[in-house]
């Protein structure tokens, strides 16, 4: 499966940048006034944080492996 670069990009910001803020900041604010399930939703936006990490790092390699090939197929 092929992602646009827009894609791509929304869903590493998501991931390197949103979801862990997102949790931190659940967290904390659970933690000084006593919101529920602070830690069960830390750890719910934690597991797909990493799920959408591993996938970009998949996809990412798998790319630029794609890339390297068709270089190599150009090459003289």
């Known amino acids: 499966m092929k992602l646009s670069n827009k894609l791509y990009d929304v869903l590493k910001f998501l991931a390197q940048y949103a979801l862990p803020a997102l949790g931190t900041l659940y967290f ?3 933690q000084i006034w006593g919101f529920p399930y602070g830690k069960e939703i830390m750890g ?8 959408l990490g591993v996938l970009l790092g998949l996809g990412t390699a798998q790319y630029n492996k794609s890339l390297k090939k068709s270089k190599e197929d150009f090459a003289i």
């Open 28 to 30: 904390t604010l659970a």
């Open 44 to 51: 719910t936006i934690l597991a797909v944080d990493t799920f």
